[in-house]
């Protein structure tokens, strides 16, 4: 089975995070990584393709430094990886960024893929909207969510849980599947799977290697435009109840005044 | 070939070390601290970073190692001691059996042992010490006798470390020379559960999962294939493990260090007792500036020693990795007692992690070479004063 993997590379959530002049993410000065949300998919893509025959392409679509988050996958044991690289696409939203990941996955894929795999939702902009998108783009059915999978008789078969309930899903392939944190655990990438990663195939595409107009992604045709930002306040120092043997009491009216209890 | 070595890590390198980093903190110091002060084992961290390959980096690929050298396994072992659970066998098992099994082992002892040391299910202990020679390696007296199908081997040592946890140790002993009627050090595997092999644990006032033990060995009868390398090749075989355990301790030294200086250093940020963070006051700061200094020299000492030993030059590399040695114990010591000092009464409480520290980092001047062994070793070889000993 032909796997591809989408993953994303997002600024890493320990590092001070910025905007640009144009008020999009700053992902040039800031250190980046794969999407450790991602890392899930990666891993069950390897699973699978450990299991049976097959082999394993992550796609991205990011800046110079997106090189990483393959590099990262490969590293793990992916087979090739795909970079979507232009200048026009900086700026572009959610439906741009499916529309170019459809394009790219089905050059990846030669023709239409069998398992698209995606994350839960990207660590930065956690939308959780780009599978949904992408499956429809690419004229696929979509489960999204998974917190486990399995492949046979030609379908995809897997569990989403919510608080409530636990639902089983399941389509045809090829589909788009997005799985979250619970279904696996990603490996760490091993010496031998670093040594190896330097042999593997990368390749790097502009908009026009996958025929996608310029004029449809990047800032200028997203859907919503910042106008403006601004830090989220400190936080406010807290109230402190000293306990003078009426502890009880002053937290209950602390909780009452704040209508929890 | 000495001087093209370049003065930053590959890439692959680095990827290594962010790996086992990410791998390391799913254990961490609270789960090494708990096994330790439990009496048990880190079974499990070794098991894991086993399959993970990262205990077979330096083994031949052939073997079912990952092909790589010293430099990385010893990346790996700065790297658990960063993350706070460092694993002491790794300097022993696989950096200075393994190196000397896969340097002068016959084709059969190479099948043998190496696919253990490459992933991790093979511990070998090393035994070198012994209570009437100590730091003096020429005065040991265990030593072997040759029978019709083997060998007869008596003697004892002391301080060994792990022989209630692995099958075999790598024990030095001294063989009469066939050629010349001399006797020369010469490395004998003996299986722990060999008859005529016994040993007792040493009461030791460190915290570590690895325990100590004085080791008897009263004839014990070991096939000819027990001898590895050649009884005439002496004391080179037994330096081809010995620098890589120098280096090998030289990163766990420092790996401890960078885990003594971040704690000291995110504490000097945060606790105000002027109204300022302490880490303001010059008295503070300046000696953890010291420590960050100190700790990356020794840090580039020990990758120029494992870089020179895996280019082959084995004579620089033995220069360095004494320095390099000297070094990050020296940069160890200072900086866990810095970081205690810092941390004022905190620094001696348990929850702060880093009053263990004290002993394991005054370990790291002692063995496997002493502080004044490797001074020993600079002012003989590389500044050609008089042999002192
Ligand atoms: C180069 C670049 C510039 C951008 N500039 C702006 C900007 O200026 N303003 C702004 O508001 N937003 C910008 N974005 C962010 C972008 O709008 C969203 O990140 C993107 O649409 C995905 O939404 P999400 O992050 O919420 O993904 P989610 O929908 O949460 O992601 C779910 C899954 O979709 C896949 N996925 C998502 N994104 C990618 C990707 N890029 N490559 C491969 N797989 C992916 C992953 O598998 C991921 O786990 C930019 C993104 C990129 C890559
Ligand atoms: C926790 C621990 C684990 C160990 N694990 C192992 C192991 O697995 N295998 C193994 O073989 N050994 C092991 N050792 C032993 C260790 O290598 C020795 O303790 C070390 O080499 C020092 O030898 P010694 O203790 O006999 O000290 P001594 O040789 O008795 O030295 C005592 C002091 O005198 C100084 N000194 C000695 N000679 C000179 C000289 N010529 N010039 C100047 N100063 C000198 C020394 O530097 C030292 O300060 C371990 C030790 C410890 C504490």
Same mark, same amino acid.
């Given at each position: ?10 600024? &890493? ?8 002049? &144009? ?49 990262? $996958? ?46 839960? $939702? ?41 608080? $409530? ?43 026009? &290697? ?32 000293? &306990? ?18 | ?14 990827? @290594? ?5 990410? /791998?390391? #903190? ?55 001691? !960063? !993350? ?26 190479? +099948? ?22 100590? #730091? ?47 006797? =020369? ?27 100590? /033990?004085?080791? *008897? ?8 294939? !027990? @001898? ?14 010995? %620098? ?14 960078? =885990? ?25 700061? *300046? ?11 020794? =840090? ?19 220069? #360095?990795? %004494? ?17 205690? +000092?810092? *941390? ?43 042999? #002192?000993?």
């Amino acid at each position: 089975m032909n796997i591809v993997v989408c993953v994303k590379y997002v600024p &890493d959530a320990q590092a001070d995070r910025t905007f640009s002049q &144009d008020n999009t993410t700053d992902r040039t000065n800031v250190d980046g990584l794969l999407s450790e949300l991602d890392e899930y998919a990666v891993e069950e893509a390897l699973k699978l393709a450990e299991a049976g025959e097959g082999e394993v392409t992550v796609v991205t679509v990011g800046p110079d430094g997106a090189a990483e988050a393959i590099k990262k $996958a490969l590293q793990m044991g992916a087979d090739k990886g795909v970079h979507v690289l232009d200048d026009a696409i900086h700026g572009s939203d959610a439906p741009a960024t499916s529309l170019v990941l459809a394009e790219a996955v089905k050059k990846a894929a030669g023709g239409s893929p069998e398992l698209v795999l995606m994350g839960l $939702a990207s660590t930065d902009g956690t939308m959780s909207v780009v599978p949904a998108m992408l499956a429809e783009r690419l004229g696929l059915p979509q489960i999204t969510q998974l917190s486990s999978l399995e492949i046979a008789d030609g379908k995809v078969t897997g569990r989403r849980d919510s608080d $409530a309930a636990s639902d089983t899903l399941e389509a045809p392939l090829p589909a788009v599947v997005s799985v979250t944190d619970q279904i696996n655990e990603p490996r760490y990438p091993s010496f031998k799977g670093i040594m190896a990663a330097k042999k593997k195939p990368v390749e790097t595409w502009s908009l026009a &290697d996958l025929g996608v107009d310029a004029g449809q992604v990047g800032l200028e045709s997203a859907w919503t435009k910042v106008e403006s930002f601004t830090a989220r306040p400190p936080r406010e120092q807290g109230e402190i109840v000293t &306990d003078e043997g009426d502890g009880g009491t002053k937290l209950a009216e602390f909780l009452a005044k704040a209508k929890l209890i | 070939m000495a001087d093209q070595i370049p003065f930053t890590e590959t890439e692959e390198r680095q990827a @290594l070390r962010k790996s086992v980093a990410a /791998f390391a #903190s799913k254990y961490g110091e609270d789960y090494w601290l708990e096994q330790a002060r439990a009496g048990k084992k880190t079974d499990e961290l070794w098991a894991d970073a086993g399959k993970q390959g990262f205990l077979g980096v330096a083994v031949p690929e052939e073997y079912g190692g990952g092909g790589g050298g010293i430099g990385d396994l010893a990346a790996v072992c700065e790297e658990l001691s !960063a !993350a706070g659970c460092p694993l002491l066998l790794m300097v022993v098992s696989p950096a200075i059996c393994g190196t000397i099994i896969a340097s002068y082992g016959t084709d059969e002892q190479k +099948q043998r042992w190496l696919p253990g040391f490459a992933d991790g299910t093979r511990k070998m202990a090393f035994a070198i010490t012994e209570p009437d020679a100590g #730091s003096n390696s020429h005065n040991i007296t265990t030593t072997a006798t040759r029978t019709d199908d083997g060998w007869t081997l008596n003697g004892g040592k002391v301080y060994i470390s792990g022989v209630d946890e692995v099958s075999d140790v790598l024990v030095v002993g001294r063989v009469e020379s066939a050629k010349t009627g001399k006797l =020369r050090p010469a490395l004998f595997v003996v299986p722990t559960d060999a008859e005529g092999f016994s040993y007792n644990q040493i009461e030791m006032g460190i915290v570590g999962p690895e325990k100590q /033990f004085v080791v *008897h060995i009263d004839n014990v009868k070991l096939p000819a294939d !027990a @001898l590895v390398g050649s009884e005439d090749a002496g004391i080179d075989q037994l330096f081809a493990g010995l %620098n890589p355990e120098r280096i090998m301790a030289a990163s766990s030294a420092t790996g401890m260090a960078r =885990r003594a200086l971040e704690k000291a250093t995110s504490y000097a940020k945060e606790r105000e007792v002027w109204g300022v963070p302490i880490g303001q006051h010059q008295a503070v700061a *300046h000696p953890l500036a010291q420590s960050y200094v100190e700790i990356n020299m020794a =840090r580039l000492m020990t990758q120029r020693a494992a870089a020179l030993y895996e280019a082959g030059e084995y004579l620089l590399a033995g220069e #360095s990795a %004494n320095m390099a040695k000297y070094a990050a114990a020296e940069a160890a010591c200072t900086t866990v007692d810095r970081a205690v +000092q810092v *941390h004022g009464g905190n620094g001696l409480a348990d929850e702060y992690g880093l009053v263990h520290m004290v002993g394991a980092s005054r370990l790291t001047r002692i063995a496997p070479v002493s502080r004044e062994m490797a001074l020993n070793f600079v002012a003989q070889f590389s500044l050609g004063l008089p042999k #002192s000993y």
